[in-house]
C-alpha cells in the first residue's frame, strides 16, 4: 500500500516538474520572440530561428502569390515550416504574414507579423544637436508646504494635485506655460479654483484653494515646469524631411516621466567641454544650443520612448553633404564589429564599436543592443559613452542598423542601443 501511494507521488512529481518546464518554456520564448520580422522585397532574407517548434506561415489577399516560403509559393491559405532550420522567404511586392508557432505542433505559442516592405534610405545623421520643448500643459513635479500671511503652514495642494500631473486649465481657461497659471493665482484673490488636470490617461478635476503667503501673493504650494532643453545627437533625416535624434525619450529630471509635449524646436549645437566618464559616474557633452532662427533646423513633432521626431526646415544645412544609407533590419544585424558616429571635437566622426549582445524580441525598445566602445580615439575623449551622444547612428555593414540610447553606470565603455525600425516606426 505505501510503495503504491509511494508511486503516486512520483508521477504526481514528475508531471508537476514536466508542466512546469512547458510552462516556464513557453513563458520563456514568448518573452524572446519578436512582435514583428519584416523583410524587403525583391530579396531572398533567410531568417534563424533554431527553435524545436513547428510553425505555419499564413497568408491571405495580396499577400497570395507575391511570396515565396522555402522555394515554394504560397499561393494557397498556408505553409508549414520547421523552425529547428533556417526559413528563406522572398516576396516581390508588399505583403503582411503571419507567423503561427506551435510548441510540440500542439499548444499555440505566438503569433509573428511579418511585413514585407520596399527598401529605405535615410541621410545619417551624428551632429550634436541642442533640444528645446514646450509641455502639453503645465508639468507638476510636486506638491510643498507655503507659509500663508499669518504665520501658519499650509499645504493646498496636498492630495490634490500629484507628481505628474499636467495642469490643462484653471476655471476653464486654457492653461499653456506657467505664466499663465500665475496670473490666474494671482487674480483668484484666495477664492478656491477649479482645475482639469490630465493624469495619465485620464482627466479629472480637483478644486484647490491658493494661500496669500506672507510676500502678498497667491500660491498652491506646488513645483511646476512648462519647458526642458538639452543636448543630444542627430540619428537620421528621411528623404520626405522627417528626423529622428537621441534614441529615447526625454524624461523630467524630476519626476523620471516622459515628458508629453505640444511642441519645440531643434537647434545647432556646438560642445565646449567634454566631462569624461568614470565608474559610477556617466560622463557628459556640455556646450551651447543656438536658439536663434538661422541656427534653428527642425520642428519637434513627437516625443517617444523611442525618440524624438519631427521635420527639418526647407534646405536645412544639416541635411546637406551627409551620407546616405539603407535602413538594416532587425536580422541584419550581427554580433561583431560595427561603429558610431558622433561629434565630439566641432566634426562628426567614426569611431569603432562592438555590438555584444542583440536582444531580437524587442521587449525593451530602448535596449535591444549591448555595445561596447572599442576605439581608443574615443575613449581617451569621453571615456566612452556620455551623456549627449544618445542617437549616435550604429552603423553595420554600410546600413544604419541602430541608434546610442544609454550608457552602463559601472562601465562606460559599454551601453545600450536601439534598433532603427523602432524609430524608423515612429
Known amino acids: 500500500m505505501m510503495k503504491r501511494k509511494y508511486r503516486s507521488w512520483l508521477v504526481a512529481a514528475l508531471v508537476l516538474n514536466i508542466l512546469v518546464i512547458i510552462g516556464y518554456g513557453i513563458?520563456?520564448?514568448?518573452?524572446?520572440?519578436?512582435?514583428?520580422?519584416?523583410?524587403?522585397?525583391?530579396?531572398?532574407?533567410?531568417?534563424?530561428?533554431?527553435?524545436?517548434?513547428?510553425?505555419?506561415?499564413?497568408?491571405?489577399?495580396?499577400?497570395?502569390?507575391?511570396?515565396?516560403?522555402?522555394?515554394?509559393?504560397?499561393?494557397?491559405?498556408?505553409?508549414?515550416?520547421?523552425?529547428?532550420?533556417?526559413?528563406?522567404?522572398?516576396?516581390?511586392?508588399?505583403?503582411?504574414?503571419?507567423?503561427?508557432?506551435?510548441?510540440?505542433?500542439?499548444?499555440?505559442?505566438?503569433?509573428?507579423?511579418?511585413s514585407a516592405v520596399t527598401p529605405q534610405s535615410v541621410a545619417v545623421g551624428g551632429s550634436a544637436i541642442g533640444i528645446h520643448v514646450e509641455t502639453d500643459g503645465v508639468l507638476v513635479l510636486g506638491t510643498t508646504s507655503v507659509t500663508g500671511e499669518d504665520k501658519m503652514t499650509y499645504e493646498p495642494a496636498e492630495n490634490r494635485l500629484k507628481s505628474g500631473d499636467y495642469i490643462e486649465k484653471v476655471n476653464g481657461k486654457e492653461i499653456k506655460n506657467k505664466e499663465d497659471l500665475i496670473k490666474l493665482l494671482k487674480k483668484s484673490d484666495g477664492s478656491p479654483l477649479q482645475f482639469t488636470v490630465r493624469r495619465g490617461n485620464e482627466k479629472i478635476r480637483v478644486a484647490v484653494t491658493p494661500v496669500r503667503t506672507t510676500d502678498g501673493t497667491y500660491k498652491i504650494g506646488t513645483w511646476i515646469r512648462d519647458d526642458t532643453q538639452g543636448i543630444g545627437t542627430l540619428t537620421y533625416i528621411t528623404p520626405d524631411g522627417k528626423f529622428g535624434a537621441l534614441g529615447h525619450g526625454i524624461t523630467d529630471v524630476d519626476t523620471g516621466v516622459l515628458i508629453e509635449v505640444c511642441g519645440g524646436s531643434a537647434y545647432d549645437a556646438e560642445i565646449l567641454r567634454i566631462v569624461k566618464g568614470e565608474p559610477g559616474t556617466p560622463g557628459e557633452l556640455s556646450g551651447v544650443i543656438h536658439r536663434s532662427e538661422e541656427e534653428c533646423f527642425g520642428t519637434v513633432k513627437k516625443n517617444t520612448a523611442q525618440g524624438i521626431f519631427g521635420t527639418v526646415k526647407d534646405n536645412c544645412k544639416l541635411s546637406l553633404g551627409r551620407d546616405v544609407m539603407e535602413i538594416g533590419l532587425k536580422q541584419e544585424v550581427k554580433k561583431g564589429k560595427a561603429s558610431i558616429m558622433c561629434e565630439i571635437n566641432g566634426s562628426i566622426n567614426t569611431y569603432e564599436i562592438e555590438i555584444q549582445q542583440i536582444d531580437y524580441s524587442n521587449r525593451n525598445h530602448a535596449k535591444g543592443l549591448v555595445i561596447k566602445i572599442t576605439d581608443e580615439e574615443l575613449i581617451n575623449l569621453t571615456g566612452g559613452i556620455v551623456q549627449g551622444m544618445s542617437g549616435s547612428p550604429i552603423i553595420q555593414n554600410g546600413k544604419l542598423i541602430g541608434a546610442v540610447t544609454h550608457v552602463f553606470i559601472r562601465d562606460s565603455t559599454k551601453g545600450y542601443g536601439t534598433f532603427i525600425e523602432n524609430m524608423i516606426d515612429n
Open 27 to 114: 513563458y520563456y520564448y514568448r518573452g524572446s520572440l519578436p512582435e514583428e520580422i519584416r523583410i524587403i522585397t525583391g530579396k531572398e532574407e533567410r531568417i534563424s530561428f533554431l527553435l524545436p517548434f513547428s510553425a505555419k506561415i499564413e497568408g491571405e489577399g495580396d499577400s497570395l502569390g507575391v511570396v515565396e516560403v522555402n522555394k515554394e509559393p504560397l499561393e494557397k491559405g498556408s505553409i508549414k515550416i520547421d523552425l529547428s532550420d533556417s526559413v528563406i522567404m522572398e516576396a516581390s511586392e508588399k505583403a503582411n504574414l503571419k507567423l503561427k508557432m506551435k510548441l510540440f505542433g500542439i499548444i499555440p505559442l505566438k503569433t509573428v507579423e511579418i
